[in-house]
């Protein structure tokens, strides 16, 4: 990976090049006249850095230095703005992910914002995981370059969007090993309907037959509940529940 990255060659932002043009024409004619008409390279540099962080008063030279790098590196690598690049997951912790990217260094990523989806496999194909937050160290991650350098040093990274149609065979699946494993799964009673009940569960409307389900279940509309899949129809998307505490036999709707 850092390979392949690496053939990206610095090229230097034509801007950079003009400023540093016209800051070597005023060192130049300062050291060769005494004449106080021509900028010098504080001037141009405290006027460059008022204009674009909208300073009210003149730089501080750390100011002036912390723009001029920022400009150079930003300005270096302007084909991977936007771009997707694979990073390495070295650590994970509850609140972030750290990668490396292989160009600046270790960069956060939000812990919330990356899935299994963001794994990179030589398939194409999301690894199979018990859970779809099953992030591991090691794991290549697809992730979007917002910017190529930040005041802090590192790239700005963000999770590439999931389509929506491969987030839900990720679910699907999740679903189907927790059936064949025979756990339970966190779904929500929506309404009634013919012969039983509507269950959110993972973003698909389950089917909770009235002889599966517990009349305390089902006065409990729209609280986070544990369900057992019975079985699953792929082609017509249709998952059947049992409440996961109820005999099969025994309960009916209450009325």
């Known amino acids: 990976m850092a390979e392949l990255q690496a053939t990206v060659r610095a090229r230097r932002n034509p801007a950079i090049n003009t400023l540093d043009a ?3 024409q005023a060192d130049a004619s300062s050291s060769s006249s005494s004449s106080t008409s021509s900028p010098s390279s504080l001037d141009l540099d405290d006027l460059l850095c008022r204009h674009t962080l909208r300073l ?16 150079r590196y930003n300005g270096a690598l302007p084909s991977l703005r936007g771009q997707t690049i694979l990073a390495k997951v070295l650590s994970i912790d509850a609140s972030r992910v750290l990668v490396d990217t292989g160009y600046n260094g270790v960069v956060e990523v939000p812990r919330a914002d990356v899935s299994i989806a963001h794994v990179h496999t030589a398939d194409g194909a999301a690894p199979v995981r018990p859970s779809t937050s099953d992030v591991r160290p090691g794991d290549l991650l697809r ?7 930040t005041p802090y040093g590192d790239m700005q990274l963000t999770a590439v969007r999931e389509e929506s149609e491969f987030k839900r065979r990720l679910a699907w699946g999740e679903l189907r090993r ?6 339970p799964v966190s779904g929500r009673v929506l309404n009634d309907c013919v012969g039983g009940f509507a269950v959110g569960v993972a973003g698909f409307v389950a089917f909770l ?4 389900a517990a009349r305390d279940t089902t006065q409990r509309v729209g609280s986070l509940q544990s369900f057992r899949i019975v079985a699953m129809d792929e082609a017509r998307r249709r998952i059947t529940l049992r409440d996961a505490g109820a005999a099969v036999a025994g309960y009916g709707r209450g009325g």
């Open 22 to 24: 016209q800051l070597q």
């Open 143 to 149: 992730l979007r370059v917002d910017a190529p350098y």
């Open 56 to 71: 009210p008063k003149p730089a501080s030279e750390g100011q002036v230095e912390a723009l001029r790098l920022l400009s």
């Open 209 to 212: 037959p009235s002889a599966m």
């Open 178 to 183: 927790a059936m064949e494993a025979g756990q």
